[in-house]
């Protein structure tokens, strides 16, 4: 797909975040200007996590994700989580070489040396895999491990 | 709460859009949470749900059971969608 044509489905996604949608899971969109996602998740006595999301070349490559710091700007490390198999990884990425989030759907999952033949083209087109799916389970697992 | 009794004004809020789009839709509290999704689902257009959790606060609902089972009533958003599905092994 084209620039034109991931800009018109980013936007047409991203759209459906409305605000009962927002407001009813604490998620507070900062920035939604294609290729550029930059969400917060807030709430339910956790530390509030804040991913900046890149869909440039969407959906034909999955989006990378950027943690920041709450207040933006700064790439921060993950905070001590729960137990569990937890898709924050500490551990640097061997290309980008810093933290990442291991989860099919995320592109530095699907680039990874452990995951090289777990392919984005298996997920691409899957209700779950939608730009909105990512996000429900991005903030699931924040829900489930993030402290 | 709602203004039939023994019912709940529900909506079910997911990624792909809210049914209904406005307000809250009438429901008996007898009737299994699983009913109204799987009306959303045909609603908003969603081909697969299998799996899919629904919470309202930081409740997980038995989706099978009924509203009254949870403990729900009065005016409810059900935030709907799929869980983590995978990743999160150690990397190397």
């Known amino acids: ?147 | 709460m709602s203004e039939k009794k023994n019912h709940i004004d529900v909506a079910v809020v997911t990624t792909a859009g809210t049914y209904p789009n406005d307000g809250f839709e009438s429901v008996a509290l007898e009737q299994p949470i699983k009913v109204e999704l799987d009306r959303a689902a045909r609603e908003l257009k969603i081909t697969n749900t299998s799996g899919w959790i629904a919470t309202v606060g930081t409740q997980t609902l038995n989706v099978d059971a009924s509203y009254l089972a949870n403990n729900l009533s009065g005016k409810v958003d059900i935030q709907w969608g799929p869980p983590q599905r995978g990743g999160g092994a150690k990397a190397s």
């Open chain 1, 1 to 147: 797909m084209n620039s034109l044509g991931a800009k018109a489905l980013f936007d047409a996604e991203v759209k459906l975040l409305g605000d009962r949608l927002l407001e009813g899971r604490g998620w507070v969109v900062h920035r939604r200007d294609f290729p550029v996602l930059d969400i917060s998740f807030r709430g339910d006595g956790h530390q509030e996590l804040r991913l900046e999301l890149s869909f440039d070349d969407w959906p034909d490559s999955p989006p990378s994700a950027i943690y920041r710091a709450a207040g933006g700007g700064t790439l921060a490390p993950f905070p001590p989580r729960r137990d569990g198999n937890n898709i924050f990884h500490d551990s640097h990425h061997p290309t980008l070489g810093r933290p990442f989030i291991c989860m099919p759907g995320i592109r530095e999952y699907h680039t990874h040396q452990n995951h090289m033949n777990d392919a984005w083209s298996k997920y691409r087109g899957l209700p779950d895999y939608s730009l909105g799916g990512i996000l429900d389970q991005l903030w699931h697992a924040w829900r489930r491990f993030w402290p």
